[in-house]
């Protein structure tokens, strides 16, 4: 079956770039997908990319997929306290459209 | 901004009780799931619908969740009894799936339930 698998916690000092990273196991994902969640509030789809994509990029997001080595990674320019929040890494598979998570990261921010 | 409404944000309940959670999905949207989100457990996928009809449940429990959509703005989730062990985040999301490809799914607030 399917499985995501992220660290749990990661520290940044305001200003610095987060790298925020995810392996998956189901070499059939066609979407991966980053979530986040802030306190007390539901998941926000943050970006996505398609399989058959390797570099996408939305202002402050830079999503990096590496499909050979089933490696997602999500990096935060100049990150901000308003960034603090767990986010989720997620795939979806052909034929497949159930959304299937991560454990979560929660980002914590230093000022 | 579009978004799904859940219904209530906050539940408490005494065990053996009737729970009933709403979900008003996006207009538009042909696929609704509801999830449910512990700290034990993380995000676990409950029951899914398309075009209102049921595709999987797998992950409820049987005897005393149901899952149902009575029209295409509304999905319902039901435990009767709850358990103390059901106490958790229960979220509703929907989203539009055309043949292989799915834009990403709009989540809902959550409605927090706790079973005492």
């Known amino acids: 079956g399917e499985d995501v698998e992220q660290s749990l916690f990661l520290s940044v000092r305001e200003g610095d770039s987060s790298v925020i990273n995810c392996t998956y196991t189901?070499?059939?994902?066609?979407?991966l997908y980053w979530y986040k969640q802030e306190p007390g509030a539901g998941l926000q789809l943050l970006t996505y990319?398609?399989?058959?994509?390797d570099m996408k990029q939305d202002q402050r997001l830079t999503v990096l997929l590496n499909k050979k080595d089933k490696h997602l990674s999500l990096r935060i320019a100049d990150t901000q306290t308003g960034d603090s929040a767990i986010y989720f890494c997620?795939?979806?598979?052909?034929?497949?459209?159930?959304?299937?998570f991560g454990t979560g990261t929660r980002l914590t921010i230093i000022p | 901004d579009a978004r799904v409404t859940q219904t209530p944000r906050h539940k408490v309940t005494e065990m053996g009780q009737e729970v009933t959670m709403r979900c008003q999905p996006i207009?538009?949207?042909?696929?609704v799931f509801w999830y449910r989100q512990t700290m034990m457990q993380g995000l676990e996928l409950l029951a899914y619908?398309?075009?209102?009809?049921?595709?999987?449940d797998s992950g409820m429990p049987k005897d005393r969740f149901s899952a149902e959509m009575p029209d295409a703005t509304l999905a319902t989730l039901k435990i009767q009894p709850s358990e103390p062990r059901d106490s958790a985040v229960y979220f509703c999301?929907?989203?539009?799936?055309?043949?292989?490809?799915?834009?990403?799914?709009?989540f809902g607030s959550g409605t927090r339930l706790t079973v005492v």
């Open positions: 999301a929907s989203g539009l799936v055309t043949g292989a490809f799915s834009y990403g799914y709009t």
């Open positions: 189901d070499s059939s994902s066609t979407y």
């Open positions: 990319i398609f399989s058959n994509m």
């Open positions: 997620a795939e979806t598979a052909f034929g497949n459209e159930k959304l299937t």
């Open positions: 207009l538009g949207h042909n696929t």
């Open positions: 619908f398309r075009n209102r009809a049921p595709l999987d």
